[in-house]
């Protein structure tokens, strides 16, 4: 098996699971999937696990994989873990440089502002690029922090921050989303973790009640 072959089916499946193509709780078989991507068994057996670590897929005994289905206790288990990694990464830069943070940071938040910003100009052709970018943008801000381990446990939760915003956009549009961040990146400046909590908490409750 070329780990590269796994790692292409992996960001396949990813996409198709992301764009709603397969949907929640649809079962992924190895053998189907082998079949319609050319790939073997094994190659398909490698990227299932990858997308179950990533918590885009779930597996159990005797039932197979199945796509996530990301319910509302998954959402406020993946919302409280993003609480505690971000609000502890503000903590760390406020304590660090207070509201004033160095202008590399702060033009790197931009940036990311930025690429957010064109991604939702662009949503129509790459609907994907604003899941992609909106993660980037809460994996930078954990990043300016300089703690490796907060910045590999944002890393880790990309997948399912993608996720959550792909379920989000069910119930919004995107268009308000480029606004909406970066007053939160000033108000993280200014307000630190309870910043954080507020913006985490609005998202939740977006997804949420839209549910209901």
Not at 52 to 57: D, K
Request: net charge negative; hydrophobic share 50%.
């Amino acid at each position: 098996m070329s780990p590269r072959r796994a790692d292409d089916l992996l960001v396949a499946l990813r996409d198709r699971v992301l764009s709603g193509d397969l949907p929640p709780g649809t079962p992924l078989r190895e053998e189907a999937l082998a079949t319609e991507h050319a790939a073997s068994r094994h190659t398909v057996r490698t990227a299932l696990a990858a997308l179950v670590a990533e918590r885009l897929a779930s597996a159990a005994p005797f039932a197979g994989v199945r796509v996530a289905s990301l319910d509302d206790d998954d959402v406020r288990s993946l919302q409280d873990l993003r609480r505690a990694v971000e609000s502890e990464a503000v903590r760390l830069l406020r304590e660090r440089w207070g509201p004033d943070w160095p202008p590399a940071v702060v033009a790197l938040l931009e940036e990311r502002a930025l690429a957010l910003e064109r991604a939702v100009a662009a949503a129509a052709a790459d609907p994907l690029a604003v899941l992609r970018e909106h993660a980037a943008l809460h994996e930078a801000l954990v990043a300016a922090a300089g703690s490796p381990r907060l910045t590999e446990a944002a890393a880790a939760l990309g997948a399912e921050v993608r996720l959550f915003t792909a379920h989000l956009q069910l119930h919004r549009s995107p268009a308000g989303l480029v606004d909406e961040h970066r007053s939160y990146l000033r108000a993280v400046r200014e307000r630190g973790p309870v910043a954080v909590h507020e913006h985490l908490a609005a998202s939740q409750g977006a997804l949420l009640g839209g549910r209901v």
